[in-house]
């Protein structure tokens, strides 16, 4: 019997995740032996280590290496991915402990969980092989059910938890399948290696097995990236979860769904693109419409920021249709600046809600900008954004995505996307109404903002501002990293 | 002898599946399902994958079984609770059917497609678990070690969801 000749492996490309790791394991020692209820600090930690880590990854820029025999890879396109999971991450940690302390929740497993979200996000976007792709989503997706339902006290909170784990659950199933099927078609779980097996079948369309393995695996990432028709899920575990995961739940793991999918379909299944491109046309048109219209008659805020980040995932899978590298591109560009405009927003409605989650419908921003002119002018620079006007990065992001889609053909795709966005811009202006024309119900106090929030909050309406005026800047930044193949 | 014995593997598979969804008290569901993965487990060895099978038994049969079986006798659920939905079933029949059908479909094209895959000799003389345990240091040494990762999590998980005080 001889021995086993392990391969050399280069750490170089899961560093970041190692990194993380460490850092979650570490708090989540502190967390046991520190005394102390309140354990706002380790967020301070965290959110730190969260930086350091980004500007170890960004770093990385421009150096491609692919290690542990083709498991994993360090790209741009990675690495562009990393740093918007870091981002949304530590964006919301800024976020959590003003709202964990007014739920009154012992939160110090909180921070460990959201580190451990992003390495199985970091794993999605850099894995080249689909069991490293499924089980990064697998860690992605255990965490996010415990976050979603982390305040115990509060039953929306488990409802949501438990409706994401037995729906999340079943999904997983979907996709587990359809990689299944795939590597009994082409006999390799390389992304790479697929690809080179597709090249040499004759007609890889009319392999069913490898198109239900694809159809499986596009099932599976839809439901991650919530778009309809597999978005139930979504307002319900958007409305119960703790407002500063769902404000992750929106940005993180969708684009961490963008990054799998365009990995898998873009390089694996080029033989195929005709077919999945206009199975991403259906879908993209369903998600947007749906998602829109369903907003059109929320009231409570968290649902309706739900409805509309399914409609967003709608414009997104636009210029994933699209498949060019317009198009890509301009889904790598979107994601970043959506974690911006949305975790912005939601920062807004945690601090308009009050304990137990109540306050939280449209109507009480009925005159919040006389109390607070510069945080509502702060809010509807976010609704501005996410309704796509310029000169915001919503509006640039949206001009991106469907120049890619014209570019390649889809100029109905295009049109019916800015239908959409012309919808959308009802229920955007609807909170800005309320917020500069209603006078207020009842006088009440207006929550603080604490340093946390409104760092958060100058770093969202930064970057929503930043990425509209001078986009050129971070679009050349997209466009390289959209370089595949 | 091979199709006789796959054959009646296969109507004790088939039954004990029913079994699972038909009996009303939850203990005999669970016990007719440790039976199914039995079958399953003779699958795995028809197809001379002696490690799978003996890993189906051990994991699914031994492990997750036990597991649930101890639920359901620590929760105690009553037979009457369970309360019969005749339109869900009528649905879920539908459903089912579809995609059984789905599923021969796919399975009789892609063989039609397919050339039959030659066995792996080599892979049969060294021994499935020698050859696993290989690939597993070697080739899927990265996803082997992320698994460390998602039980960490999910142990975390537990404790954060399951503690009396927090």
Redesign the interface.
């Known amino acids: 019997m001889d021995m086993i000749t392990f391969p050399t492996i280069d750490m170089t490309p899961i560093l970041p995740e190692i990194y993380l790791s460490l850092l979650a394991m570490a708090l989540l020692l502190i967390n046991v032996f520190m005394p102390g209820r309140q354990k706002g600090y380790l967020g301070y930690i965290s959110f730190v280590g969260v930086v350091a880590i980004a500007v170890m990854t960004a770093s990385g820029w421009g150096i491609e290496v692919s290690s542990f025999s083709g498991s994993v890879i360090q790209d741009k396109f990675a690495i562009f991915f990393k740093i918007i999971f870091l981002l949304s991450a530590g964006l919301s940690i800024l976020l959590s402990d003003q709202y964990m302390e007014r739920e009154g929740c012992n939160h110090g497993e909180l921070y460990p969980l959201i580190l451990f979200t992003v390495v199985g996000m970091m794993l999605m976007a850099c894995g080249t092989d689909l069991m490293t792709i499924f089980l990064g989503l697998e860690v992605m997706s255990v965490s996010l059910y415990i976050l979603a339902g982390f305040n115990r006290a509060n039953i929306k909170s488990n409802e949501s938890g438990l409706k994401y784990f037995l729906l999340g659950a079943f999904s997983t199933g979907f996709l587990l399948y359809g990689m299944a099927l795939t590597y009994g078609a082409t006999g390799t779980t390389r992304i790479f290696g697929i690809s080179g097996q597709l090249s040499q079948m004759a007609a890889p369309a009319a392999n069913i097995m490898l198109l239900a393995g694809m159809l499986l695996m596009i099932t599976g990432f839809a439901f991650k990236i919530a778009a309809a028709p597999f978005h139930m899920w979504t307002p319900d575990v958007y409305e119960g979860a703790p407002t500063p995961m769902t404000a992750f739940m929106s940005a993180g793991p969708k684009a961490a769904g963008f990054a799998a999918a365009i990995r898998i379909l873009v390089i694996s299944f080029p033989a195929l693109q005709p077919d999945w491109s206009q199975l991403f046309w259906i879908l993209a048109v369903l998600t947007m419409t749906i998602g829109n219209i369903t907003a059109l008659r929320q009231d409570n805020i968290k649902r309706m920021l739900a409805y509309s980040s399914i409609a967003h995932a709608g414009y997104a899978l636009v210029g994933f249709a699209a498949g060019n590298e317009t198009g890509v591109a301009g889904v790598l560009f979107y994601m970043l600046s959506y974690a911006f405009m949305n975790i912005g927003a939601f920062a807004i409605v945690i601090l308009i809600a009050k304990k137990g989650e109540t306050n939280g419908t449209v109507q009480d921003f009925a005159g919040f900008a006389f109390k607070r002119p510069l945080l509502a002018a702060v809010m509807s620079l976010f609704l501005f954004s996410l309704a796509g006007m310029p000169p915001t990065a919503g509006f640039i992001g949206k001009f991106y995505l469907f120049s890619g889609a014209v570019q390649q053909g889809y100029v109905w795709l295009a049109i019916i996307g800015v239908i959409n966005s012309a919808v959308s811009v009802y229920y955007y202006l609807r909170v800005m109404v309320f917020m500069y024309m209603k006078n207020p119900s009842e006088e009440f106090e207006w929550a603080t903002v604490t340093a946390p929030v409104a760092l958060a909050l100058i770093i969202s309406a930064a970057g929503s501002i930043i990425l509209g005026v001078v986009p050129s800047y971070v679009m050349q930044f997209a466009q390289q990293a959209a370089k595949l193949i | 002898m091979e199709t006789l014995f796959f054959l009646i593997v296969s109507i004790v598979a088939i039954a004990s599946a029913v079994m699972v969804i038909a009996c009303r008290n939850p203990i005999n569901s669970a016990l007719s399902l440790i039976l199914t993965f039995f079958c399953l487990a003779t699958y795995y060895v028809m197809l001379d994958a002696p490690f799978l099978a003996a890993v189906q038994v051990m994991v699914y049969a031994g492990a997750i079984m036990v597991l649930i079986v101890f639920t359901i006798m620590l929760l105690n659920i009553r037979i009457d609770a369970t309360r019969r939905h005749s339109h869900m079933i009528f649905f879920g029949s539908i459903v089912g059917f579809a995609t059984l059908f789905n599923t021969v ?2 399975v009789m ?2 063989r039609a ?2 050339p039959a895959t030659t066995v792996n000799v080599e892979a049969l003389k060294a021994g499935h678990t ?1 050859l696993i345990g ?1 690939e597993m ?7 082997f070690e ?2 460390s ?2 039980l ?3 142990i ?2 537990a ?3 399951a503690k009396k005080k ?1």
């Open positions: 479909y796919i094209k892609s497609a397919t020698e290989r240091f070697t080739n899927f040494l990265l996803p992320i698994t990762i998602l960490l999590v999910a975390v998980g404790v954060v969801i927090i």
